[in-house]
């Protein structure tokens, strides 16, 4: 991959991110001699960046933004991690383990995808296995197995263990003399991302940048999260994985989760085969040239080129402007802003529905107040013949027919619904609740 590509397709997973061209100019910048991603540091400048290599760049963008994801909650932990423990390399690994479960809490589908990416068979043998959620415990080291297992697998109620990163640290040096963890630490230090240009001791310190490109992401991670507070007292920044601060960032995540579902249920990828001068596969044009001796330099050649379409026409938003949704309307916006690749449609309704602009919904430029009538979505809905997927924004009760229900159901169409309640308001009971797909709850 030539260096401008790659260039771009870091710039597109930067911007899934919601960071500006401002924000990320010189944090990020491909380094075809990286092998993964890694941060630099120069301490004669002061500057510091994260290198993303041809390994990392070869991916999906999807895959390229939650390697970034990892690189910047690497950054935002590194003198909290640092400074309180010797061992270095076990340090990373533990790093790893925390970030990417946090993570994985947000987008389990797309870490599993990466980890499946980035972890190389002989790493999912040894102690590397620990961070990689792809990882089958059955063919560890017993005692490695049933910490992978503590790590990634879920109780009977869907919860996961509360990670606890001192309590890692030191279960990985007592393993170290058990199983010589260390001959296999030197024979693969880091299999996501080499971390070891982070410079010494204290003479690292984050630039305006890079603070506001983390606190950027850290508006994005799962409220109330057990890994996230566990990763607390470790951080360096004035952003924390508590209650309040991080919760934009978790949201941010889980919104992005939930817009990447419907994305991935609306888009296909495909292969055509172009005749063009370019070698590849003779075609038999090319063959009859070539043999002839019509011409020994042009040959029409059949290559295969894969691009991605939207298999429907859009993604509908539906935005309920009754009174009570005025303050919530802000929250909608990261839903927009999250949406690539594919049309979306938004239409607004209360007791009547019309479709809006994107735009304008953004300006504002529309009435709010009425009563709220969920039937006219569902009905809107599964008459569209070009839309699948939709997700619905609403503050409040309702009630939907049992005839729409049944056609909903019959209909095979996915209906997400986002509850957008005040911090001391009970979730709303709701029909569209139950026939939802999915629902997420929005805390004000």
């Known amino acids: 991959m030539d260096k401008t590509h790659a260039a771009s397709k870091i710039f597109q997973a930067l911007t899934r991110l919601g960071l500006s061209f401002a924000d990320s100019l010189g944090i990020v910048e491909y380094d075809p001699d990286a092998n993964t991603a890694y941060w630099s540091y120069n301490p004669s400048t002061?500057?510091?960046?994260?290198?993303?290599?041809?390994?990392?760049?070869?991916?999906?963008?999807?895959?390229?933004?939650?390697?970034?994801?990892?690189?910047?909650?690497?950054?935002?932990?590194y003198h909290g991690f640092h400074e309180r423990f010797a061992d270095q390399q076990l340090l990373n690994i533990v790093e790893d383990i925390c970030i990417n479960r946090l993570l994985y809490e947000a987008y389990p589908d797309n870490m599993m995808k990466l980890s499946i990416q980035v972890y190389s068979d002989e790493a999912k043998k040894t102690v590397i296995a620990l961070p990689d959620c792809s990882a089958n415990p059955d063919i560890l080291d017993p005692k490695l197995g049933a910490l992978w297992r503590y790590i990634w697998k879920t109780g009977e109620f869907g919860e996961f263990s509360r990670l606890n990163p001192s309590s890692l640290y030191y279960q990985l040096v007592d393993l170290k003399s058990l199983i010589d963890l260390k001959q296999l630490l030197d024979l693969l230090p880091s299999v996501f991302a080499d971390h070891s240009s982070h410079g010494q001791g204290n003479s690292l310190r984050m630039t305006g940048a890079t603070e506001k490109v983390i606190e950027q992401l850290s508006k994005s991670l799962p409220q109330s999260s057990n890994t996230g507070d566990a990763l607390n007292p470790f951080l360096s920044t004035s952003t924390q994985f508590g209650r309040n601060v991080v919760k934009d960032f978790i949201d941010t995540l889980r919104i992005d989760s939930l817009v990447t579902n419907s994305r991935n249920n609306l888009l296909e990828t495909?292969?055509?085969?172009?005749?063009?001068?370019?070698?590849?596969?003779?075609?038999?044009?090319?063959?009859?040239?070539?043999?002839?001796?019509?011409?020994?330099?042009?040959?029409?050649?059949?290559?295969?080129?894969?691009?991605?379409?939207?298999?429907?026409?859009?993604?509908?938003?539906?935005?309920?402007?009754?009174?009570?949704?005025?303050?919530?309307?802000?929250?909608?916006?990261?839903?927009?802003?999250?949406?690539?690749?594919?049309?979306?449609?938004?239409?607004?309704?209360?007791?009547?529905?019309?479709?809006?602009?994107?735009?304008?919904?953004?300006?504002?430029?529309?009435?709010?107040?009425?009563?709220?009538?969920?039937?006219?979505?569902?009905?809107?809905?599964?008459?569209?013949?070009?839309?699948?997927?939709?997700?619905?924004f609403t503050d409040g009760e309702g009630q939907i027919s049992v005839k729409n229900q049944k056609?909903?159901?019959?209909?095979?169409?996915n209906l997400y619904v986002v509850l957008l309640v005040d911090n001391d308001q009970q979730v709303p009971q709701s029909d569209v609740s139950k026939a939802a797909k999915d629902t997420l709850i929005l805390r004000r």
Request: charge should be negative.
């Open 407 to 413: 056609q909903l159901r019959s209909s095979g169409k």
């Open 270 to 392: 495909f292969k055509i085969v172009q005749n063009e001068p370019f070698q590849g596969f003779p075609s038999r044009t090319g063959m009859v040239l070539l043999s002839t001796g019509i011409s020994e330099i042009f040959g029409i050649y059949q290559n295969i080129v894969t691009r991605t379409r939207p298999t429907q026409l859009r993604l509908c938003f539906y935005i309920d402007t009754s009174g009570s949704m005025a303050p919530h309307f802000a929250s909608i916006y990261p839903f927009i802003k999250a949406v690539f690749d594919i049309p979306l449609e938004v239409k607004l309704f209360n007791t009547k529905l019309y479709s809006i602009t994107v735009d304008s919904f953004l300006k504002g430029s529309f009435p709010i107040g009425g009563g709220t009538d969920f039937d006219l979505v569902i009905e809107d809905f599964v008459e569209s013949e070009d839309v699948t997927d939709s997700i619905l």
């Open 46 to 77: 002061n500057i510091e960046k994260i290198c993303v290599g041809p390994m990392i760049s070869e991916l999906d963008i999807s895959s390229i933004e939650m390697v970034l994801r990892h690189e910047f909650l690497h950054r935002s932990t």
